[in-house]
């Protein structure tokens, strides 16, 4: 007997079915159906896919441009290859943080400029730019001015809740008051020494009797038995330095005798006659006598050369030199 076109075997036992059967016959097996509109499924599963793609695509798009962002490449579908058996577990890789730029605060007193609103509200108009506004003009490359001055940095604290202005150190520099200058007697103490240039095998005297500060004692000069002799000597004293010189008191217990006064800055020289002395002044002595000096020089050596005895004397006497200059208080 020959076989219907339509026949089929069953699959548990190979006994002989027809198309349209469902059950066999042979061992109640249940039997694979055919489907008239099997060849329609992939078909329809494909067109269901492409276009649930590309609605998502447009939506994306659409989205991206309220964004103000251009849309990225389609998506290529790739056909995934199982991947082959693993022998050694991957390692994950760390993932690179983003980098984040900091923002640049404007300067001072420079209105911060506002960035249009990227937030993608309905509120319709043209897409917002991602560009970022250039203020490189708007800073400030000027010096800054300096800081105004402390009202308070010169004063001091008394410790009682009062505050004393104190000057600053360029204040102390232009407002430091100059030192006091009053007039001091430099020779008190100073060297004196009888000066005879031609005086020979004599008694000269103690010529420390004239800077010793009393007047009790005094320099004598020798006795001559004529009274109109020039005694040609005389006593000197020594400053230690040049200073520059205002007057002199001369206090001498023999009034009438006569004195030139010299100076010298360096010696002193040898000889009266030299030209180191400088002749300063000429004076007669009576009791306490001042001789002004206005020279405007410095000397070191002062010099009072006697030239001549009282009236009716043997003799000469000065008992105190005094020699003012102007020295800080």
């Known amino acids: 007997m020959e076989s219907s076109s339509h026949e089929r075997a069953c699959p548990s036992c190979s006994a002989p079915a027809q198309s349209d059967q469902r059950w066999c016959l042979e061992c109640g097996a249940e039997l694979p159906q055919r489907s008239k509109r099997s060849g329609l499924r992939p078909a329809v599963g494909i067109a269901t896919t492409l276009t649930v793609l590309v609605g998502a695509a447009s939506a994306g798009g659409y989205t991206l441009l309220q964004d103000g ?7 290529t579908t790739v056909a995934q290859q199982p991947p082959p058996a693993a022998t050694t577990p991957a390692v994950p890789e760390t993932a690179t943080p983003p980098v984040t730029e900091t923002p640049v605060a404007p300067p001072a007193g420079r209105e911060t400029p506002r960035l249009p609103d990227t937030s993608g509200g309905s ?3 043209t897409p917002p730019s991602n560009d970022v506004p250039d203020v490189t003009d708007d800073v400030d490359t000027s010096t800054p001015n300096p800081p105004p001055p402390d009202d308070n940095a010169g004063e001091v604290d008394n410790g009682d809740g009062s505050v ?3 000057p600053s150190n360029r204040d102390r520099r232009t407002r ?4 006091r200058l009053v007039e001091t007697n430099i020779a008190l103490g100073a060297v004196a020494v009888v000066y005879p240039p031609s005086a020979t095998g004599e008694d000269l005297g103690d010529a420390g ?11 004598k000069t020798p006795r001559y038995d004529d009274p109109a002799t020039n005694p040609q ?9 040049a200073e520059r010189l205002t007057k002199l008191v001369v206090t001498s217990p023999t009034p009438g005798v006569s004195v030139e006064v010299y100076a ?6 040898r000889s009266i006659t030299s030209s180191g002395w400088a002749h300063v002044a000429d004076k007669t002595l009576a009791g306490r006598s001042t001789i002004e000096l206005s020279t405007g020089a410095e000397y070191r050596y002062v010099l009072l050369w006697v030239t001549g005895l009282p009236a009716g004397a043997d003799h000469g006497a000065i008992s105190e ?3 003012f200059s102007k020295q800080p208080e």
């Open 69 to 75: 962002k251009k849309p990225p490449p389609p998506a």
């Open 164 to 166: 004393t202005d104190e």
């Open 209 to 219: 009797a004239v800077v010793d500060g009393s007047s009790s004692t005094a320099w």
């Open 123 to 125: 509120g319709g108009g």
């Open 264 to 269: 010298a800055r360096n010696g002193p020289p």
């Open 176 to 179: 430091q008051p100059k030192p």
């Open 321 to 323: 030199v005094q020699i």
């Open 233 to 241: 000597l005389g006593v000197y004293v020594d400053l230690a330095s």
